[in-house]
C-alpha cells in the first residue's frame, strides 16, 4: 500500500516537472515513503524474488516497428541501400578516414564505446556519442535536440570541422559526381530527379538508411503478450523499473527519446558545465535539460551520460534514481534493474550492419587531405 503511495506522490512530482514550464519540483527532497523498499528486500544469496509486475502499466510503452517510417513515406530499397553506402563511406571525410560508422559502430550498439569520441586530426568534441540505432524514433536529434530528424542530423557532421571535417556541400556533391556508380545510385533513389546528387539528398538517404535500424527483440514480445519472452527475473527488474518510477521519462518504444529533462531533477548533478538545451532554445527553463536517453541497447552503449563521464551500467541506474528521483536503491534494486536493461539488447538486420561494397573512386576523385 505504502510503496504505491509513494509511486504514484513520485508520479506527480514528475507529471508537473513535465509541464512545459519547468519549476522546482514541489516536493524536492524524498517523497514521502520513498525510503520503503519497493519490493521485498533480497536476503543473502536468495535470489530476488519475482516482484508482481502490473501489467497495465506497461502501456507507457510501445513494439519497435521495423522502420521508422518518415512522414514522407516508407523508403525504398534504393533509397536505403545508397544511404548504407554513405553511412560507411570514409571519402565524405576531408582525410577520407573517417566514416558516420567510425563513430556510431552499427554492428557495436551504434556507438564507438569512447567518452567522446575522435574526428578529423583527432580532435575531440565535449559529448558523447549517443546510439544511431533507434534514433529515428526520438522526438529530435542531438543531447540538446538542435536537429530536428535524422535527415537533417546525417548533414551536420560531414561538414563538422572537429568530425569529418569536409569544406562545404558543394565539395560533398562534387566529390559524389566523380563516381559514376554514386550518381546512378541516386538516380535510383530520386527517380524523376533532374539532378539528384544535392546534398539535401544526401541527408534524406543516410535518414532513410537510418530509420531501418531499429532492433526490436525479446521485450517487445513481451509487449505484445508473450509472457515467456522475458525470464522471471528480467520482469522482476522490469517492476522495480516502473515501481521506480524511470518510466515517468523513459518510455515509448524507444525506452525514452520522447522528451527533454533537466538533469539532476531532484537532487544536483555534481560539476554540470554543459546547458544542454539552453544553447538552443537560450530560454532559461531549459537550462541544464538534455533529451532522454533511449534505453533500447543500453547495456551496449556505454559510457554513458552526454559527457560519457560514468563506466557502468549500475553506476548510471544509482545515479539516476538520485539526482532525478530523490530515491537511493539498494544494491540489489540497481541489480535488478540492470537486469531488466540487459533484456533491451537486439540487433538491428544484419544486411544492414554489414559494411557495403562503396562505389569505386574514379581519378577525378579528390585525394585524402590529412591537414
Ligand atoms: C567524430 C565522431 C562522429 C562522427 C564521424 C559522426 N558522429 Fe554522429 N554524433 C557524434 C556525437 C559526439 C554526437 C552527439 C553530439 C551532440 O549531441 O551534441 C552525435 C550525434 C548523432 C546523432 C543523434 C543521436 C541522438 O540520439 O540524438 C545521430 C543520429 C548521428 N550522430 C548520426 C551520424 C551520422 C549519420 C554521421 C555521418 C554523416 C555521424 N553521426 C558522424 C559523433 C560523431
Ligand atoms: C526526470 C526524468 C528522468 C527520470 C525519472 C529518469 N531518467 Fe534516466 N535520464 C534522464 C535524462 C535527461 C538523461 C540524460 C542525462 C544526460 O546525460 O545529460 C538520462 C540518462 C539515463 C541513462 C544514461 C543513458 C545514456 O545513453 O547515456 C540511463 C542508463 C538512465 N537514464 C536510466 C534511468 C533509470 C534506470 C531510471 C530510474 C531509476 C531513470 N533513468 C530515471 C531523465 C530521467
Not at 44 to 61: I, N, T, Y
Not at 270 to 294: I, Q, Y
Not at 332 to 358: D, G, K, M, R
Amino acid at each position: 500500500m505504502k510503496a504505491k503511495l509513494s509511486l504514484i506522490v513520485c508520479a506527480v512530482v514528475v507529471a508537473a516537472a513535465c509541464g512545459k514550464k519547468t519549476e522546482p519540483p514541489p516536493a524536492a527532497g524524498p517523497a514521502p515513503g520513498q525510503a520503503e523498499p519497493v519490493q521485498p528486500a533480497t536476503k543473502g544469496a536468495e535470489p530476488a524474488k519475482p516482484a508482481a509486475l502490473d501489467r497495465s502499466k506497461l502501456s507507457v510503452f510501445a513494439a519497435l516497428p521495423a522502420e521508422i517510417t518518415a512522414s514522407s513515406g516508407a523508403a525504398t530499397p534504393a533509397l536505403v541501400e545508397l544511404g548504407h553506402k554513405l553511412y560507411f563511406d570514409k571519402r565524405l571525410s576531408k582525410n577520407q578516414d573517417i566514416s558516420c560508422n567510425s563513430c556510431h559502430l552499427v554492428d557495436k550498439g551504434g556507438v564507438d564505446g569512447s567518452a567522446t569520441s575522435s574526428g578529423h586530426k583527432g580532435q575531440k568534441g565535449g559529448r558523447n556519442a549517443p546510439t544511431v540505432l533507434n534514433a529515428a524514433a526520438h522526438v529530435a536529434q542531438f543531447w540538446d535536440g538542435r536537429a530536428k530528424d535524422v535527415e537533417e542530423q546525417a548533414k551536420g557532421p560531414i561538414l563538422n570541422p572537429i568530425e569529418m571535417a569536409m569544406p562545404n556541400a558543394e565539395a560533398v556533391v562534387a566529390l559524389l559526381k566523380t563516381m559514376p556508380e554514386y550518381v546512378a545510385a541516386f538516380q535510383a533513389a530520386f527517380p524523376g530527379q533532374p539532378d539528384p546528387v544535392t546534398y539535401d539528398n544526401l541527408g534524406r538517404a543516410i535518414g532513410a538508411y537510418e530509420r531501418q535500424l531499429t532492433t526490436p527483440g525479446r521485450f517487445d514480445a513481451f509487449l505484445a503478450g508473450d509472457a515467456t519472452a522475458l525470464t522471471a527475473e528480467e520482469q522482476a527488474g522490469l517492476a522495480t523499473f516502473l515501481d521506480t518510477g524511470c518510466n515517468a521519462c523513459h518510455s515509448g518504444a524507444a525506452v525514452g527519446g520522447g522528451m527533454f529533462q533537466k538533469l539532476g531533477l531532484v537532487k544536483p548533478w555534481p560539476d554540470l558545465k554543459d546547458e544542454g538545451r539552453f544553447a538552443v532554445t537560450k530560454d532559461e527553463a531549459d537550462k541544464f535539460k538534455f533529451k532522454v536517453p533511449s534505453l533500447r541497447n543500453i547495456a551496449q552503449t556505454g559510457p554513458y551520460f552526454h559527457d560519457g563521464a560514468v563506466a557502468t551500467l549500475p553506476e548510471a541506474v544509482k545515479k539516476m534514481a538520485a539526482h532525478q528521483l530523490g530515491k537511493d536503491l539498494s544494491d540489489a534494486q540497481v541489480a535488478s534493474i540492470v537486469t531488466f536493461l540487459n533484456a533491451l539488447t537486439a540487433a538491428p538486420p544484419a544486411a544492414l550492419i554489414a559494411a557495403p561494397t562503396l562505389p569505386a573512386s574514379t581519378p577525378e576523385t579528390p585525394k585524402p587531405d590529412p591537414n
